[in-house]
């Protein structure tokens, strides 16, 4: 697969009309991925969706799935979303029991490593490892429900992995989800994002395809200065 440069644009699918899912993948066709939220009413006080709809998804998406794993024990659970065929998947640090070893057997399986972590939580650890991972998700809303507003203060914690990313010649992609949208994208990017995950203001425009490339231009705008 053929990995789309930056500013990467994921459309959060809990945003979409679950009852249409085909129709609403069609309809992101010009996104980089589609970001697949996976919830298990433990490690946040909701419940989504697991392996059977993911793998549907899979089969059905015309871009390739970033699934974020918002559950209790990923060392068990994630690797078989990797053998779904899914193109990244991110489990949270605050979950993994052994998060490294993790990320290598996603790896071996063939899908890109990510971790995640919430906005509370230091990324000091991290630094060391960070050629062990593909990408890295900095919460910018407390993880769980979609539509709350953009957390600024988790933006030091993004320059300083975007700096250390850099200082460490690592090629990994930073992610940020939550209250992305026309307002906050520039503020992500000039923090040191590359890849963003956008809900409803994706799902919730007129015209997708124009908003999917209007955030695109706002970053690569930021980006660029």
């Known amino acids: ?58 089969a059905t998406s015309p871009v390739p799935l970033d699934v974020h794993l918002m559950i209790d024990d990923p060392d ?34 063939g899908a890109r490593a990510g971790v995640a972590v919430k906005p509370g939580t230091e990324v000091d650890g991290l630094l060391e490892h960070l050629h062990e991972f593909d990408q890295i998700l900095v919460m910018t809303v407390e993880p769980g429900f979609g539509g709350q507003g953009f957390m600024p203060e988790t933006m030091p914690k ?12 690592a090629d990994v992609w930073l992610q940020v989800d939550g209250g992305i949208a026309a307002g906050t994208i520039a503020q992500a990017a000039e923090a040191g994002a590359d890849t963003f995950v956008a809900g409803s203001a994706v799902f919730g425009a007129d015209d ?18």
Not at 158 to 168: G, N, S, Y
Not at 208 to 225: E, F, K, Q, W, Y
């Open 1 to 58: 697969m053929s990995l789309p440069d930056a500013p990467r644009i994921n459309p959060s699918i809990l945003a979409a009309d679950f009852v249409n899912m085909q129709s609403e993948l069609a309809r992101i066709a010009s996104a980089d991925f589609v970001h697949v939220d996976v919830m298990d009413n433990h490690f946040v006080p909701n419940l989504t969706f697991g392996p059977q709809m993911v793998e549907r998804i899979q």
């Open 76 to 109: 068990r659970w994630a690797p078989g979303y990797a053998e779904l065929g899914a193109a990244s998947v991110t489990f949270h640090l605050e979950a993994a029991a052994e998060p490294v070893a993790l990320a290598r057997r996603l790896r071996e399986i």
């Open 158 to 169: 993004l320059r300083r992995l975007a700096d250390e990313t850099r200082r460490r010649g």
């Open 208 to 225: 997708i395809d124009g908003a999917i490339a209007g955030l695109r231009s706002l970053a690569a705008h930021a980006h660029a200065h």
